[in-house]
Structures are given as structure tokens and as C-alpha cells.
């Protein structure tokens, strides 16, 4: 067996198993704290795609009542002609959703709104993705800015899938660019909405705030849909599965349709869902339809063009294509009624001889001639010219592209992380986890990818491939003059009668006793009411420090710790208001604003280190500038 588990693994199997036992259809029940065996498409935290999926599909009236197809054509929906008697689910039918289905599964009312499928390089850790949709922004062609109404991993539903989400919303229309009513989105970009978006790197969390991507519109030529990324790994089981509430992503995987025969998966990695026509599935024996693997035998090319075929790749051994799986379930009647999971995630399984495996080079889409095109859903179906239809326009087709094939037969882009405890401390300084090793968990002996347990300083278990951080406070290097300016703790999109939690992690790398305080300002220029005279005072002017300190000081809080110990906070705010911080140096008597201008020396000690990160500078006149201190990393809920 490839796969060896130790005692230790016995927490994560257990929680992996309720998790997939969770029957709830609801788009929160994929927000647990698991990352398992997922890969990672790039060496960089990055969008591959973030293009306008289809207009108007999500929340149809009457789209699942007996007039389903009448109400698909009544909002401009396409709608595939099948035999009744093959007893057609919905979703074989059309890719558009019902109103009351979708509003169930997003827990908000929705209708007749838009999708943006947010194709990322690495996965994103779900404890940071609010469904809320408000970690994203989306700029249209007028300018003006959207913030979606929904962000959830569905149809990215697998422990090892949740690279892309898809957003919901009113994005645009169906004009194309250049016409006089045309409405579509530009580009999309992470903001930092309080709890800021994190993704899985290969050493452990990144902050995903300030992403962004232009936005092709798919109802214009030449922006059909594509493989961005095409990733050869051993084939695993690990991370395969999702709660069973969403079943067209359980027993889908290589294993489950070809057993034994699965030796390696070739995962293409794709910017939307494909479908021969917008609402078709496409099937396990559907390889020679779409796709050509391309191998190199020193100058020769070879391509592979058939399932169930040995191709010799010179001296170096054999290749075959097994089929096509991160489909349906096995034992799905496959016919024209099969529906797969329409995620955007296909797998080619292959078997094969190791060194012929190493040769191959890319995997192509003709899209034309004898190779059949792949539509984003929304397109047209397969009788777009049936009285009634919907008239479209539809999504357009894809064009003949190529996209060279990742080798990472040693696991080194796949990643877990897996939270068994609850939210983990995390180092403020680089957000990786603070625990200690209890030892090795899994342990793939193909590919020698290594899961291991380890323990935070509360007594949390959780698991990982990379190595976490120590509970000792970073000690970073001096002299840092290229400085960015800092997140306020901004509560302004909250009501005033509300009270906010302030949650995070801080560390102390200084031998002078330190104590952070927040203060109420008026606006991001650091103003400040004097609470005598009730006058507006700004940083430099008689009087600012102590009117600061003295509103700090109102609301009682104050955070200290030990030199080089890394302690988690939660304290809480009155809502509607803008919030700066001030450090005290207790040895020096001495007080550091986040404003250069209120501080006696004049300079900068505080330092931005990604959204909602703070370093600060305890010594007069900037002392070392490393910046390391203190450095605290925070997040705004309510």
C-alpha cells in the first residue's frame, strides 16, 4: 500500500471522516479547516483566471417546477433536448439554477444573478473565505466597483479542490464590448475586508490581499474556456472526497472508476467548468474527443491521441490513457443524461513505465476538425435552434490551445494543512502556524510526501506538510527603510450600536518592557478630539499625545508580553470607528504613534507586513530599524 498512517493520524482521519459525513448541502459546510493532498499550480501565489462565467444562470424562477424548460427560455436560459426516458436530472438538463435550490444551498436570496469562477494558483484556506463575498472586489467596463453577493467553493467542493471560488452576483449583461448598453467586469482583486484571504503555500499560509486579474468576457470570441495549468502526480486518494450532502463529488476519483489501473493522474487544472456544449457532462471515455498528450523522445514527437492504447515512447517504456476521472460517480450510467461534477478539475489517468512518464511535455485542445470544442457552462446546449429556445447569446467555444505539463512525481506542490482543534496561534511576522512536532502521521511512499502532527502552545493539534513556525518571536534583520504604510483597525462598515471583536496574534522581540494601546481617531489622518476643550487635534500639534493616550487609556485595553514569546489576543471595540495604535516603551518613557508626525523624533515606527500586520520600532531615532519588536497581525469580526 502506497499509504501509510501512523496512531498519530488518528485525530485527522477521524475529523476528515465526519467531515465528509456531513450530509448538509449548504455552501458553509465546506468552510472546515482542510486542506488535504491539494495542489499547488504555480511557485507563486497568484490568479491564473478571474473571467465573467455566465449572466443571469443563478437563482431561475420556476426552473425546477414541471415548466422548467418554458421558464429556462422565459429568462434566456438554455436547456438541453434529451429522452424523457432516460429520467434526466436537472442539472442534465441546464446549467442555469433554481431560485429556491441555489437561495437554500448560499443561505441568501438570489436571483437571476451572475457568476465569476476565481481561478487561483494555490488553495485557499476556507477559515478565511467569507461567503459573504466580501474579500473580493469587481470592477466593470463603466467603472464602477461590484462587490459579489456570494463567494463559496461550490462546484470546487473536495478537500484537495478549493484553488477556485466562484463568486455570485449582478456582474454584467450579455452585450458584447463596443455596444452602446454593455456591462461586464474588467478585472477582480482580493481587498482586505477585516479578515483577509489566505491561501496554502508549499511552507505554509500566505496572504492573498491584493491580487488581481484582468476579466475576459466569455460571450466574446476568442475567450472560450481553457487548461491553465496541467500537474503529473502519482495518483493519491488523499484529499479525494467532500461532505456527502454534495454527491456528485463522492467516489468520482481514478480509484473509484479504473481500481488498480490508476498508477499516475495528470490533473488539468482548467478556467471554468467544460462542457461539449454549456450543459453536457463530459464522460470517462470521452479522452480522444478533446485532448492529445504530446511526449518527447529526443527529437521525435509522440503524440497520444486514444484511450487504451500502448504508445513506446522510444526505449523508455510505455504509456496508456486509462480514462478520463473527477467526473461522475462510479456506476453512473454513462449515457446522455450523465452528470459529472462540473468543477474545474478533469483528470487523465494514465499507467505506465516511470521514464516514459517523465517524457511527456504537454497536453493540447485542438477544439476543431475531429476534436471536439468544450463550452464554460452557459452555452448554448445541443438544440439552441428548437421552438422556443432561449435566444442567447451563449458562452462561446473554446480554440486550440496548449499547456505544458507540470512533473511533480515527488509531491513537492501539494500541500496540507488541517486545523483538528480549532484556529490554531500563528505566528504575526509570516502566519505559519506555531507548534510543536509530535511526529510523522502519513506518509505517501510514492511520491515520499510526509504529513505530520504537531501541537500549538494551547494544547491544538493540527497537521501539516511543511514545517511550522517555533513559539520564539521572529528576529528580523535591521536597517529596513523601504517602509509601507499600515492597516488601521477600521470599523466604519460595522454599526455604531454594534461592538466588534479584534482577534490575532502578537510577538515581543525586545529587551525594554512594551504595552500597545488603540485610540479613537477621526479620520486616516490621525486626528483626534481633545477631551477638554473638544477641539480636533492633529499629529504634531500641542496637545495630541495626550488626548491620544487618554482616549486609549478609556478603553482599558493594553497588550504585553515577554521578550521573544508569541501570544495570541481578542478584545473588543466599539463599532463605526477608526482605530490607530500606540506603543509605550516603558523604560525609555517614551511613546510611538503610528503617524510619524506625533512622535517626538519624527520618524516612522511602524511598519505595514502584509494586511492587517504591524512591526514596530520601540527605540528613539529608529534605533536597529528591524522593525520586529513588536509585530502583531489582527482580524475584525462581529
Do not use: C
Not at 471583536?501 to 483626534?528: C, H, M, P, W
Not at 491620544?548 to 501570544?567: F, M
Request: net charge negative.
Amino acid at each position: 500500500m502506497a499509504i501509510i498512517y501512523t496512531e498519530l493520524a488518528d485525530p485527522l482521519l477521524a475529523y476528515i471522516e465526519a467531515d465528509i459525513a456531513n450530509s448538509s448541502t449548504s455552501a458553509s459546510a465546506l468552510l472546515t479547516p482542510i486542506n488535504y493532498n491539494a495542489d499547488l499550480f504555480a511557485n507563486e501565489a497568484k490568479f491564473f483566471s478571474g473571467n465573467y462565467g455566465f449572466e443571469g444562470y443563478m437563482g431561475v424562477p420556476g426552473l425546477s417546477g414541471a415548466n422548467g424548460q418554458q421558464a429556462a427560455a422565459n429568462f434566456n436560459i438554455a436547456w438541453e433536448t434529451l429522452d424523457p426516458a432516460l429520467s434526466p436530472a436537472l442539472r442534465a438538463l441546464t446549467s442555469g439554477a433554481g431560485a429556491l435550490g441555489v437561495s437554500s444551498v448560499y443561505g441568501t436570496q438570489l436571483q437571476i444573478q451572475d457568476t465569476m469562477p476565481l481561478v487561483f494558483s494555490y488553495p485557499v484556506l476556507p477559515t478565511t473565505l467569507n461567503q459573504d463575498g466580501s474579500d473580493f472586489e469587481v470592477e466593470l467596463n463603466d467603472g464602477s466597483i461590484v462587490q459579489p453577493l456570494v463567494a463559496a467553493f461550490i462546484p470546487n467542493l473536495e478537500h484537495n479542490e478549493r484553488q477556485t471560488v466562484v463568486i455570485i452576483g449582478e456582474f454584467g449583461n450579455r452585450d458584447l464590448p463596443g455596444t452602446p448598453d454593455a456591462r461586464y467586469p474588467v478585472s477582480v482583486r482580493v481587498v482586505n475586508d477585516g479578515t483577509p484571504l489566505q491561501m496554502l503555500s508549499a511552507n505554509g499560509p500566505v496572504d492573498a490581499v491584493g491580487l488581481n486579474i484582468a476579466s475576459k468576457n466569455p460571450y466574446e470570441s476568442g475567450n472560450g474556456p481553457q487548461v491553465v495549468a496541467a500537474k503529473l502526480n502519482y495518483f493519491s486518494a488523499l484529499g479525494e472526497g467532500a461532505p456527502n450532502g454534495n454527491q456528485s463529488s463522492l467516489f468520482n476519483s481514478g480509484a473509484n472508476l479504473y481500481g488498480n489501473k490508476a498508477q499516475y493522474r495528470l490533473r488539468l487544472y482548467t478556467s471554468a467548468g467544460f462542457s461539449p456544449d454549456g450543459i453536457a457532462s463530459l464522460l470517462p471515455n470521452d479522452f480522444s474527443n478533446y485532448f492529445i498528450l504530446e511526449s518527447r523522445f529526443g527529437n521525435e514527437r509522440i503524440e497520444i491521441t486514444e484511450a487504451n492504447r500502448n504508445y513506446e515512447i522510444g526505449n523508455l517504456g510505455s504509456i496508456k490513457v486509462i480514462g478520463l476521472a473527477d467526473l461522475g460517480p462510479a456506476g453512473t450510467t454513462v449515457n446522455e443524461a450523465y452528470v459529472e461534477d462540473h468543477d474545474n478539475y478533469y483528470d487523465i489517468i494514465l499507467e505506465g513505465d516511470l521514464t516514459a512518464i517523465q517524457s511527456l511535455q504537454s497536453v493540447r485542445m485542438p477544439s476543431s476538425g475531429e476534436y471536439q470544442a468544450v463550452y464554460n457552462p452557459g452555452g448554448p446546449g445541443n438544440n439552441p435552434d428548437a421552438p422556443g429556445a432561449a435566444s442567447g447569446p451563449f458562452t462561446v467555444a473554446s480554440e486550440d490551445h496548449t499547456t505544458p505539463i507540470t512533473l511533480d512525481l515527488d509531491g513537492a506542490m501539494q500541500a496540507t494543512y488541517v486545523e483538528v482543534d480549532g484556529e490554531v496561534l500563528r505566528n504575526p511576522w509570516n502566519l505559519q502556524p506555531v507548534g510543536t512536532l509530535l511526529g510523522l502521521a502519513v506518509k505517501d511512499t510514492l511520491s515520499g510526501q510526509e504529513i505530520n502532527a504537531y501541537v500549538d502552545p494551547d494544547g491544538r493539534r493540527f497537521y501539516s506538510s511543511f514545517s511550522p513556525s517555533s513559539d520564539s518571536a521572529s528576529n528580523l534583520s535591521g536597517d529596513q527603510t523601504d517602509l509601507n504604510p499600515i492597516d488601521l483597525i477600521n470599523t466604519t462598515e460595522f454599526s455604531e450600536d454594534s461592538v466588534v471583536t479584534i482577534s490575532g496574534s502578537i510577538s515581543r522581540s525586545a529587551s525594554d518592557n512594551l504595552a500597545l494601546q488603540f485610540y479613537e481617531i477621526k479620520n486616516i489622518d490621525g486626528a483626534v478630539t481633545d477631551p477638554i476643550s473638544g477641539s480636533i487635534l492633529l499629529p504634531g500639534e500641542p496637545g495630541y499625545a495626550v488626548a491620544a493616550i487618554s482616549n486609549a487609556n478609556s478603553n482599558s485595553i493594553q497588550l504585553e508580553l515577554s521578550d521573544t514569546s508569541i501570544n495570541s489576543f481578542e478584545f473588543t471595540l466599539q463599532a463605526g470607528k477608526l482605530y490607530a495604535p500606540v506603543l509605550t516603551n516603558e523604560e525609555q518613557s517614551e511613546l510611538y504613534f503610528a503617524i510619524a508626525g506625533a512622535n517626538r523624533d519624527g520618524l516612522d515606527h511602524f511598519n505595514g507586513v502584509g494586511a492587517n500586520g504591524w512591526g514596530i520600532e520601540d527605540t528613539f531615532g529608529g534605533g536597529d530599524r528591524d522593525f520586529d519588536d513588536i509585530i502583531i497581525r489582527f482580524e475584525v469580526s462581529i
